[in-house]
């Protein structure tokens, strides 16, 4: 069973870590999602080294806005490598810097996620969204006035009306391994269409429960398979399948590069 990794952060990662993680034969791609431009630009290197790693550009949500002039250059190298990008992401609303800081001024947020799916149907790329909870509403509503329907909501939580908003807009999620140990999380997988979900693991975000103390890798979407399919009461073998080939449509990874 060969794996994707639909989202992961290979840049942040240490340089002998990454090392490994490009090394297991499992993994036929990892979408390297990035930060911010420098983060873009590390991750068009390695996708230059490796036709595995299939980035997408953008600008993490949960830090700090930043200023004109580095949106209008996080742009403009975007529109110059469109044709190396997979998808526009990590891109979103910053609901758990917003929980650390109430008074958060969320508006220029809102006005930079609406930039990015601009550039998303314009170019008619997917978007990688980090909109959870009531973010996700938000994020929806702009999604819709726009009509753009290729939305992969990573690691989304939020609840079931959202939940429902989002099947019925043909979104897609993406489950990480807590799945094997967050009710909440286990409840989201009992809901959402199969052929709608994908699995990542947001390394290297550290997770809990089986997986403490254990550097973050593609492998531990094993686990997640394995829960997902008891969820659903099918085999594994059928979520392999069904997520395998998802990932492979959604980011149009079989389109001649690789
Ligand atoms: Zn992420």
Not at 103 to 109: M, N, R
Not at 226 to 239: C, D, H, N, S
Request: hydrophobic letters at 35%.
């Amino acid at each position: 069973m060969q794996l994707i990794d639909s989202h992961i952060h290979l840049d942040t990662y240490s340089e002998e870590q990454r090392r490994i993680i490009l090394n297991l034969p499992e993994v036929d791609y990892y979408i390297a999602v990035s930060m911010d431009l420098a983060s873009c630009k590390t991750n068009h290197q390695l996708a230059l080294h490796d036709p595995r790693v299939k980035p997408a550009y953008g600008f993490h949500p949960e830090q700090e806005l930043p200023k004109q002039e580095e949106i209008d250059a996080l742009f403009r190298w975007m529109e110059q490598h469109v044709d190396t990008m997979v998808a526009v992401g990590e891109v979103g609303l910053p609901y758990y810097k917003r929980q650390e800081n109430p008074g958060l001024e969320v508006q220029g947020y809102i006005e930079l996620l609406e930039k990015f799916i601009l550039f998303a149907k314009k170019h008619n790329k997917p978007i990688v969204l980090h909109a959870v909870y009531e973010d996700g509403a938000i994020a929806c509503d702009l999604l819709e006035k726009h009509g753009v329907t290729k939305a992969h909501f990573h690691w989304f939580k939020g609840e079931d009306v959202l939940i429902k908003r989002m099947i019925d807009n043909g979104y897609s999620i993406s489950i990480t391994p807590d799945i094997c140990y967050e009710k909440e999380i286990q409840h989201l997988a009992s809901l959402y269409p199969l052929d709608r979900i994908m699995l990542e693991t947001d390394g290297p975000w550290p997770f809990e429960g089986p997986f403490r103390n254990r550097m973050t890798n593609p492998l531990m979407i094993r686990d997640s398979m394995y829960k997902l399919a008891k969820i659903k009461g099918i085999e594994t073998e059928k979520v392999w399948e069904k997520t395998f080939r998802h990932s492979i449509l959604f980011y149009g990874l079989y389109n001649g590069e690789s």
